[in-house]
């Protein structure tokens, strides 16, 4: 009886690499003109007009909407089809709860093991986004952002705890988008509540860096705009 060849000594072959598929171009597109304000919360996004602008088959944008209503940008209505989010101050409290005891714990670790390096990209990330800012270029405050915070939870070897971080990212960039507006904040204050955990991460000290990343998340004004109101 013969026998089947034995997989473990042939070569791994992998498919060519493909070009970003138009889904993700479409996607990211989309993902920008919501945190940037251009797309409001409340608007609808009107499917054919949508796929006539990019270019694209109905079937593409309705991938792209089903994966901006995974991230929480929008909302799928029934014979209303897709809706931007208008975030609550209870889903930015909720995702900043999760983030904040997340990365608080893991600053514990960034405090001793950050190198030079990396504290230098840090502040010179807290420059770029007042710079940012000043362009009203939101998406790019919101990208640099995670990439500040994500160097501080990326110094815990925990890999759960920066996957369980990281699937916050999209929903975290329309929520600095809904904080700026409405606490209109100036570029040299947001750069400076950045500025402040480089200082204290530089001190090392474990449970001071804990508390000052998580009261950088949970010490927030969670009023709304229907709040202030009231």
């Not at 904040?100 to 990209?121: F, H, P, Q, Y």
């Not at 920066?162 to 990212?169: A, E, Q, R, V, Y």
């Not at 804990?210 to 229907?226: F, P, Q, S």
Request: with cysteine.
């Amino acid at each position: 009886m013969s026998q089947l060849p034995s997989p473990l000594g042939e070569p791994i072959r992998f498919e060519p690499a493909k070009p970003q598929s138009l889904a993700d171009v479409v996607l990211s597109d989309l993902q920008r003109a919501i945190v940037n304000g251009k797309l409001r919360p409340g608007e609808h996004l009107i499917e054919t007009d949508l796929a006539n602008q990019f270019h694209v088959s109905r079937a593409v944008m309705r991938q792209a909407f089903q994966e901006l209503s995974f991230a929480g940008l929008v909302e799928i209505r029934p014979r209303r089809g897709a809706v931007v989010t208008r975030m609550s101050s209870a889903v930015a409290r909720d995702v900043c709860t999760v983030r904040g005891l997340l990365e608080g714990w893991a600053g514990r670790a960034a405090c001793m093991k950050l190198i030079a390096a990396e504290k230098r990209r840090m502040r010179d990330i807290c420059d770029e986004m007042a710079e940012c800012l000043k362009q009203g270029d939101i998406y790019a405050v919101a990208n640099l952002d995670i990439e500040f915070h994500g160097m501080i939870c990326r110094a815990d070897p925990n890999q759960r705890l920066f996957t369980s971080w990281s699937s916050l990212n999209t929903l975290h960039g329309a929520l600095i988008s809904s904080r700026v507006g409405i606490h209109h904040y100036e570029p040299a204050v947001f750069a400076g509540l950045h500025t402040s955990l480089c200082e204290v991460l530089e001190g090392g000290d474990p449970d001071e860096a804990e508390h000052a990343i998580r009261y950088h998340y949970l010490g927030t004004d969670w009023k709304d705009h229907a709040d202030r109101e009231g």
